[in-house]
């Protein structure tokens, strides 16, 4: 079966039935099967050969947005009517990235094949989660897969959103932060020395602070390769550490929820997700139990993962949905009490969207007044870094002047 979607793309020059040149690319498993292709497409082929990776110009990865773009472009192309398998090719071709063409022309040979569409997502579980295969396959399975299709695009585009503003609210100060140490890292290591040659000739006890200053200097200008060096190996440790133990990914989790404004952040994008995800499962016809696995998976954060596989439990012993919440006292009033609503008017999936919704606006509120609250404390930081380091270069030369 690996071998039936193993395709190679192969660039062709030849004429078609009309006698004209022609020239392009084709998909295929080898050399035959190319060439078998052309022919059925009425080409005279007098060059095949595979085309070849470029060496320095590597290829853009796959991201989780390409795939919201996949999945939305073929919902939509399905509502029109157009077959699954031609979707596949019209979306392909609209691609420009070439890993996300080969990954769609995969899927789309594999379902040509009577694999079914569900199947063929599974054979590429970095790009397609479990999440993503069952939804698809409650759509096969239901006979309504253009619809399904529609819930899980929108379900993608509104996670991508979710992320794209916790990115937005954490990108910025970070940059300047980089930028901040870097900028004193050079003032250290290339214009303190000048000052030190400086202060050498004026035979007089230094400042305190200026001899720290030029103490750190000198201890950076020894061994900045190893302060490089240790702050990428803790960088590396710990995303290491994070994910390999358990216990360490717990910890974390449970201290970014601590975190001033941003743990704010934090829980409102998690509380978002769960109830995003529980709603689109829900809505799809899994059964609440399979649907809550789901949404443990997909919560992003262990110690909210713990708390829904809880939740699990309970409903699987008999206990309501909204009681099962309610008795995790890590998740707010509000969801629990949309839960009730939803689970008395029988119309669950939509109490929930309607607090994804909430709590969406509320990561996004929450966004625009960190970058608000940021400014002014990260000009403060930039102040007493840069500042600093000029009060103690010219705190000597003040000094001597008020000497003389």
């Not at 950076?220 to 702050?231: C, E, P």
């Not at 934090?266 to 109830?275: D, L």
């Not at 206990?319 to 119309?347: C, D, N, V, W, Y």
């Amino acid at each position: 079966m690996a071998s039936a979607i193993e395709t190679h793309l192969f660039t062709f020059k030849g004429k078609n039935r009309k006698g004209e040149k022609v020239d392009g690319e084709v998909r295929a498993n080898n050399l035959v099967g190319a060439k078998s292709s052309l022919r059925k497409q009425g080409i005279i082929s007098t060059s095949v050969k595979k085309k070849a990776k470029p060496l320095l110009n590597r290829p853009k990865k796959i991201v989780p947005a390409d795939i919201a773009i996949f999945t939305r472009q073929l919902a939509t192309m399905m509502k029109a009517g157009v077959p699954l398998v031609q979707s596949f090719e019209i979306v392909a071709d609209g691609s420009d990235k070439p890993l996300m063409k080969e990954l769609i022309y995969e899927i789309r040979d594999a379902v040509s094949a009577g694999g079914g569409f569900a199947n063929a997502l599974r054979k590429h579980p970095r790009q397609f989660d479990d999440l993503f295969c069952s939804l698809v396959e409650s759509g096969e399975t239901a006979g309504a897969l253009e619809t399904m299709l529609d819930r899980v695009a929108t379900y993608k585009e509104k996670t991508e959103q979710l992320k794209a503003k916790i990115k937005k609210a954490l990108t910025y100060p970070t940059a300047v932060m980089v930028v901040a140490m870097i900028v004193t890292g050079i003032l250290l290591i290339k214009v303190v020395p000048i000052f030190a040659e400086t202060f050498a000739g004026f035979g007089a006890d230094l400042p305190a602070f200026t001899l720290f200053v030029l103490g750190l200097s000198e201890s950076l200008q020894n061994s900045w390769m190893m302060v490089l060096f240790l702050i990428g190996a803790g960088l590396i440790g710990f995303r290491e550490a994070r994910f390999r133990s358990n216990k360490f990914a717990y910890q974390v989790d449970k201290y970014m929820l601590k975190v001033p404004v941003v743990g704010k952040i934090v829980y409102n994008s998690i509380i978002a997700r769960f109830a995003r995800t529980l709603a689109t499962t829900f809505s799809a016809g899994v059964p609440i139990v399979d649907a809550l696995e789901s949404v443990a998976g997909a919560a992003g954060n262990r110690l909210y993962s713990d708390a829904i596989m809880r939740v699990r439990d309970d409903v699987m012993t008999g206990i309501q949905l909204q009681q099962a919440i309610k008795s995790r006292k890590i998740f707010p009033t509000l969801l629990h009490q949309m839960a009730a609503i939803g689970e008395e008017s029988g119309a669950l999936d939509e109490m929930l969207e309607k607090a994804a919704i909430y709590y969406e606006e509320a990561v996004d509120n929450s966004v625009d007044n960190l970058t608000s609250l940021l400014e002014p404390m990260i000009m403060s930081v930039l102040g007493v870094l840069v500042g600093g380091l000029l009060i103690a270069m010219y705190l000597p030369i003040f000094q001597l002047g008020n000497v003389v």
